[in-house]
C-alpha cells in the first residue's frame, strides 16, 4: 500500500493509505499523547479525512466505530474508509450469423413419430441475392470506474470483431443501430473462415454424394467429384455435374444444364428434369425430361428421353424404351438385331412432356371407367329415366351408379379442356426428323400422332426419315441435318377431343 496523507493535530495523529490497486482506501488513527479522546466528535475525524478523500464515498458507518475505539484509548490500525469501483472493459466486436453457414456435419431431423430420415442432414441454408446473412456488432466503449480517492477511472474498449468480406456479401451501417448488416449480392450458400465471409454460386462435393451429405437442395450450381449413391437426390437450380456415375437418383435442375461424365444406372425411382440441357456416357432404364438436347456418348438402354428439342447420339447406340421429341433425334443405332422394341415418337413441344403424357392417361382412364359404368348400367345408360320401374333397394344403387357417370363424363370433359388449352400453346418443328447413321433395325418404330412408320428390315444409313407434315406420312431419303425452326401447331376441329392428334 502506499501512503497518501498524513496528519497530527491536538487530538489525534491520522495516515491514509491507498491499496496497490488504487481500490481501497485506508486509515491508521491514534490519540495525541497530550490529549484524551474521549470527547472525540465524527464530525471531527471527518473533517480531517475530507482532506485528502475527495470525491470518494467515505463509509459513515466505519467512521463511528472508529470513533469509538478511539474514545475507549485504542489505536486503530487500516481500517478501510473507502472502497472504488473498478472500470468494466468494453465487449469485444462480434460476428453474429442469421442463416445457416456451409458446415461438414448436418444436423439429421427427427419427425414426431420418432423416425429420421439420415438422407435430409442440411448442411447449409439457400441464401438469394438481397438477403441479410450477419451482422457485425461494433465493440463497446466500456464503463468507466473510479478508485477509492474518488478519481475516474478511464474504460478500456472492447475489440473490434475480425471479420473480412468477399465482393459477394456487401457491408453498410444500420442507423440508429450499433452494428452493420451483410447482404449477399450474389445467389449460393454462406461460407465463413476464420472469420471471412463469402458467398459461393457453386457446391462443390469433393468426394462422392452419399449419406455422409444426404440429399442436396442448392440454390446455384452443385459439382460431385464422385458418384451419387443410390437413393438420393440433388437439386441445384443453376445446373449439375457428376465426374463419376449415379446410381438410382433423382437429379433436378430448373435453370442449369446436367452433366454426367459417367454412367447413369437408374431404376424405377431415377429421375432427370431440367430446364436447359442434358449429357452423359451411358444411361440405362433413366426417365429424363429436358427442355433443351439430349446427349448420350455410348449408349441410352431401355431409358424413357424427352426433350422439347433435340436428341443427338451421333456415336450412341438407342436399344430399347422411349424417345420423345420435337425437333428430331440422331443415333449410330436404333434398336438391335434382336429386334428389341424401340419407340421413338415425333410431336410439340406440348405433347413430349411428362405431365401432358399423364393428362393423357387420365383422360384414358376416365374412358375405362365410363365404358366400365356403362357395361353395369345396361340400357339405363342411355335411358336413366326407365330407373323409376325398379324396386328398391336397386334403384338407388343404378341411380348412384348413374350419377357417377356423369361425374367421370363432367371429369373427362375438364380433362380434355384442359389439353385443348395446351396444344394451343404448342409449338412443332417444321421438318420432324429422325438420322439414322449406322443401322435402324426391325423393333424400331417412329410415331408422329396416329402415323407410324416400322422397318420391315434392317435400314442401313445414313439416311434421314423424315415426317412429311403436309403429307401426313414418313418419308426415307439422304441424311440431312436436324432442324430446329418451331411453328405454332394447328388444332383441328375433328382432333380436339382425340389423344396425340395435331
Known amino acids: ?216 437442395n442448392f440454390i446455384g450450381a452443385v459439382k460431385v467429384a464422385g458418384d451419387v449413391t443410390a437413393g438420393l437426390s440433388v437439386q441445384a437450380r443453376k445446373g449439375i455435374e457428376v465426374m463419376g456415375n449415379v446410381h438410382s437418383a433423382i437429379l433436378t435442375s430448373a435453370e442449369g444444364d446436367i452433366k454426367i461424365r ?27 425430361e429436358v427442355q433443351g438436347e439430349i446427349k448420350i456418348e455410348k449408349e441410352a438402354l431401355d431409358s424413357v428421353l424427352r426433350t422439347q428439342t433435340t436428341m443427338l447420339m451421333g456415336r450412341a447406340r438407342v436399344i430399347g424404351g422411349r424417345c420423345y421429341v420435337v425437333c428430331g433425334a440422331e443415333a449410330l443405332q436404333w434398336g438391335n438385331d434382336a429386334g428389341k422394341r424401340t419407340e421413338i415418337f415425333l410431336g410439340s413441344d406440348v405433347e413430349v412432356r411428362g405431365d401432358f403424357a399423364k393428362l393423357m392417361q387420365q383422360v384414358a382412364d376416365h374412358q375405362k371407367a365410363i365404358d366400365l359404368i356403362k357395361i353395369h348400367l345396361g340400357p339405363y345408360a342411355l335411358n336413366p329415366a326407365r330407373m323409376q320401374v325398379l324396386h328398391a333397394p336397386h334403384r338407388e344403387k343404378m341411380e348412384k351408379m348413374y350419377a357417377k357417370l356423369k361425374e367421370v363424363e363432367g371429369g373427362k ?24 447413321l449406322g443401322v435402324l433395325y426391325p423393333g424400331t418404330v417412329l410415331r408422329d400422332g396416329d402415323k407410324m412408320f416400322e422397318a420391315v428390315e434392317e435400314m442401313k444409313g445414313p439416311i434421314s426419315i423424315d415426317f412429311n407434315i403436309e403429307a401426313q406420312a414418313f418419308e426415307a431419303g439422304d441424311l440431312k441435318p436436324i432442324e430446329c425452326a418451331f411453328e405454332p401447331i394447328v388444332v383441328k376441329e375433328a382432333d380436339k377431343h382425340e389423344p396425340g392428334k395435331k
Do not use: W
Not at 466503449?141 to 475489440?159: C, E, Q, S, V, Y
Not at 459417367?262 to 429424363?288: C, D, I, M, P, W
Open 262 to 288: 459417367g454412367y447413369f444406372f437408374g431404376g424405377e425411382k431415377s429421375k432427370v428434369v431440367g430446364g436447359k440441357n442434358f449429357q452423359a456416357t451411358l444411361v440405362q432404364e433413366v426417365n429424363v
Open 1 to 216: 500500500m502506499k501512503t497518501v496523507f498524513t496528519k497530527k493535530n491536538e487530538l489525534f495523529s491520522l495516515t491514509a493509505k491507498l491499496a496497490d490497486d488504487k481500490m481501497k482506501l485506508f486509515i491508521d488513527v491514534e490519540a495525541s499523547a497530550e490529549h484524551s479522546c474521549k470527547e472525540l466528535t465524527k464530525e471531527q475525524l471527518l473533517a480531517v479525512i475530507q482532506e485528502f478523500s475527495g470525491k470518494a464515498e467515505i463509509h459513515e458507518a466505519v467512521v463511528d466505530d472508529i470513533v469509538k475505539v478511539l474514545r475507549r484509548g485504542e489505536k486503530v490500525l487500516e481500517r478501510r474508509i473507502a472502497k472504488g469501483s473498478p472500470p468494466e472493459q468494453g465487449a469485444d466486436g462480434k460476428l453474429l450469423l442469421l442463416v445457416k453457414k456451409m458446415t461438414e456435419k448436418g444436423s439429421v431431423k427427427v419427425d414426431s413419430k420418432g423416425f429420421a430420415d439420415f438422407r435430409e442432414l442440411h448442411l447449409f441454408d439457400n441464401i438469394q441475392t438481397g438477403q441479410a446473412v450477419a451482422r457485425i456488432y461494433a465493440p463497446k466503449p466500456g464503463t468507466a470506474g473510479i478508485d477509492a480517492l474518488g478519481n475516474p477511472i478511464k474504460a478500456t474498449p472492447g475489440k473490434p470483431a475480425k471479420v473480412s468480406v468477399e465482393k459477394s456479401i456487401a457491408l453498410a451501417a444500420v442507423p440508429g443501430e450499433d452494428f452493420q448488416i451483410a447482404t449477399a449480392q450474389i445467389d449460393g450458400y454462406l461460407e465463413e473462415a476464420s472469420g471471412k465471409l463469402a458467398i459461393r454460386p457453386e457446391l462443390l462435393i469433393k468426394g462422392d454424394l452419399d449419406l455422409h451429405v444426404g440429399n442436396i
Open 413 to 436: 370433359i375438364k380433362l380434355l379442356a384442359k389439353k385443348k388449352e395446351l396444344l394451343e400453346q404448342a409449338k412443332i418443328s417444321h421438318v420432324p426428323r429422325v438420322n439414322v
